[in-house]
């Protein structure tokens, strides 16, 4: 018996930092503010598994798929003898710990994706923007979760896994994986250090590290101390139409509500009355109204071109057609428990007064991210 390297270095860094993106995504899920976080870790996984699958076939003689390829049914009885203590010891993964290799990256991968385009599709942001619409996204958030969660189960099977092993085998396994070394016979296959290609991973996976923590950083920091703007704020998606005549028109006595606030029936009516607009006469010539609704009815909350929009036009019953965003279900649920105080305080004054709390109110977007109440 003598000292054999058996894990290569980008395998082992690659197994460590998987664990850490993969444990530190699983800690910022539930925060608006670490979502920057999150999604940055969930870029890094996706980078390391692409990188751990070229390696399952260019890497060392224990990295590569060839030499862990057991079935399904070859783990399991492996595990049940391990159980009885009369498993064999392997100096690669064994037959069980191969089966947590293949499902770990398959989940992680999924999760990943799902994770990428549940964002494209929710929030239309990230590199997924556009391609899929609202439904599909949402669907893919539950997806993005449940699986989640059972790679979290499959991570704790896999810890057991380990401690049982070691056990068995009477040697630590997680110390194998930080030193890549194990006693092994004198005449067993040994991996090569591959210094170089480790050093790509963990520079490329710094790199892409240090670039997203500080953006991610720096729009935590902004939002934390109540700061900045909402082009500063992670993750604002595409800007959504304007229109100069609007603007001019709708801006003067209040904020411009975005066209995506309200469905085509709704503008539809409230155009139709201009003349009673909640006690004032907006005496628009027949050219203007022309334009102006023209805008609205091409932007409406039925197009869905926001998060906001989509959420708003599905609140609101077919045979409905609201005059007030503050009415429709949508915004009344979202705003339900901002307390009164808030309300009368001389920085809001009015429930439309939406760019008191919200960074991008006149963008329309109202990011979850641009939000702020008025200390
Ligand atoms: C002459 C002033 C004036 C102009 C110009 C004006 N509005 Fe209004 N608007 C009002 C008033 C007053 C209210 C009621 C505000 C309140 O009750 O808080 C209102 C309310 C609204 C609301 C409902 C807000 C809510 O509570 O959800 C919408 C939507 C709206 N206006 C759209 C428009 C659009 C679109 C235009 C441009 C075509 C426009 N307004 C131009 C005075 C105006
Ligand atoms: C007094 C501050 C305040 C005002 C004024 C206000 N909001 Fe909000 N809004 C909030 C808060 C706080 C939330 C977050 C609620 C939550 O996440 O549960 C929110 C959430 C929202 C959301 C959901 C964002 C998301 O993705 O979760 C939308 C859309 C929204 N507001 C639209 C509006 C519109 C439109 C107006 C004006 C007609 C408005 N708000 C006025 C405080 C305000």
Not at 60 to 77: C, D, E, K, V
Not at 94 to 114: E, F, K, T
Not at 174 to 196: E, F, I, N, W
Request: aromatic share 10%; hydrophobic share 45%.
């Amino acid at each position: 018996m003598k000292s054999l390297l058996i894990w290569d270095l980008p395998t082992r860094l690659f197994h460590w930092l998987f664990a850490a993106s993969f444990t530190g995504a699983w800690l910022t899920a539930e925060s608006d503010a670490w979502l920057g976080v999150h999604i940055g870790l969930g870029y890094l996984m996706l980078g390391l598994i692409s990188f751990r699958l070229v390696w399952g076939f260019a890497g060392g003689h224990y990295a590569r798929f060839t030499n862990f390829l057991f079935s399904p049914m070859q783990g399991w009885r492996y595990l049940r003898q391990t159980l009885k203590r009369q498993a064999a010891r392997h100096l690669g993964h064994n037959p069980a710990g191969s089966q947590a290799v293949y499902l770990l990256l398959a989940l992680g991968l999924v999760v990943g994706l799902s994770g990428l385009f549940a964002q494209g599709g929710e929030e239309q942001q990230g590199v997924a923007a556009s391609l899929l619409g609202y439904d599909l996204g949402h669907a893919l958030k539950q997806v993005h979760e449940v699986l989640a969660t059972l790679m979290l189960l499959l991570v704790f099977g896999h810890i057991a896994g380990v401690v049982l092993e070691s056990r068995a085998h009477r040697e630590n396994l997680a110390r194998g994986m930080v030193t890549g070394y194990k006693q092994g016979p004198d005449d067993a296959p040994v991996s090569r250090r591959h210094g170089l290609i480790g050093g790509l991973v963990l520079l490329g996976a710094a790199g892409f590290s240090a670039w997203w923590f500080q953006y991610a950083a720096e729009a935590t920091l902004d939002r934390l101390a109540g700061r900045g703007n909402a082009t500063a704020v992670a993750f604002v998606g595409k800007p959504l139409a304007g229109n100069a005549t609007w603007r001019e028109e709708c801006g003067s006595c209040h904020l411009d509500f975005h066209p995506g606030l309200l469905p085509a029936r709704s503008w539809q009516k409230l155009f139709a009355g201009q003349s009673r607009h909640f006690g004032d006469d907006l005496g628009l010539d027949a050219a203007t109204g022309k334009t102006l609704l023209a805008f609205a009815l091409e932007n409406a909350a039925d197009h869905q071109r926001s998060e906001a929009a989509w959420k708003i036009d599905r609140s609101i019953k077919p045979d409905e057609a609201p005059l007030r965003i503050t009415e429709t279900p949508y915004w009344l649920n979202k705003h339900r428990e901002i307390e009164a105080a808030v309300w009368r305080s001389s920085k809001v004054l009015a429930k439309a007064n939406c760019a008191a709390c919200h960074l991008d109110a006149q963008a329309g977007t109202f990011e979850d991210a641009a939000m702020r109440l008025p200390k």
